[in-house]
């Protein structure tokens, strides 16, 4: 899977784009027994070191202080955690997720359970930059889309489609991690914790 969205984020072409975008959508939902899947990738470069940035992903609880509709992480034990996320009309939908992989310093994976809300999968990768430069982070996000594509519609009227949302969780994510803090009004004031 990850071939192809590489190759889909590096194409400049809107159309070759958007056909790689259908393939790793139709093999991600093929590969989990889903109806169907939606597929967002984004890279960002954050001037830090990449142990440190899986560090701060790796424990969950951190997640809500730069991705905005996430409103709470419990972590049950090293591998399992629950998540409450704000859906489309003040709605939240809530599911337990299991980690598939974990390389540290490098990269991270989960899926949820087969009773989630909204069955997903993401994947986390860290790498080192050019010199001076810090570390690239690349989101992967999977997700079986509720109502399928009248699903997505009115996920996007409201602002809670991934695509988006991952773009704007990864400039949190390195404003938060170069600066400590993330410029908006309703920034957290605490520096990060590992």
Do not use: C
């Not at 142990?51 to 049950?76: K, Q």
């Not at 996000?141 to 996007?156: F, N, R, T, V």
């Amino acid at each position: 899977m990850q071939d192809h969205v590489d190759r889909a984020l590096e194409s400049d072409a809107p159309l070759t784009t958007a056909v790689h975008q259908r393939d790793v959508a139709h093999e991600a939902a093929e590969a989990r027994g889903w109806d169907e899947a939606a597929v967002s990738g984004r890279t960002v470069t954050i001037n830090r070191p990449r142990e440190e940035l899986y560090a701060f992903w790796r424990d969950f609880r951190n997640l809500p202080r730069f991705m905005e509709n996430i409103e709470a992480v419990t972590v049950s034990d090293d591998r399992r955690s629950h998540w409450v996320v704000k859906a489309p009309g003040g709605a939240t939908v809530e599911w337990d997720a299991v980690i598939t992989q974990d390389e540290p310093g490098r990269l991270l994976a989960w899926e949820s359970d087969e009773n989630a809300d909204i069955k997903n999968s993401g994947l986390i990768e860290f790498r080192d930059a050019p010199p001076g430069r810090g570390s690239e982070v690349t989101a992967t996000l999977a997700y079986d889309p509720p109502g399928g594509d009248i699903g997505k519609l009115i996920a996007k009227l409201f602002q809670r489609e991934p695509k988006v949302q991952s773009r704007h969780d990864l400039r949190r994510f390195k404003q938060l991690m170069e600066t400590g803090e993330i410029s908006t009004s309703e920034a957290p004031d605490a520096a990060p914790r590992a």
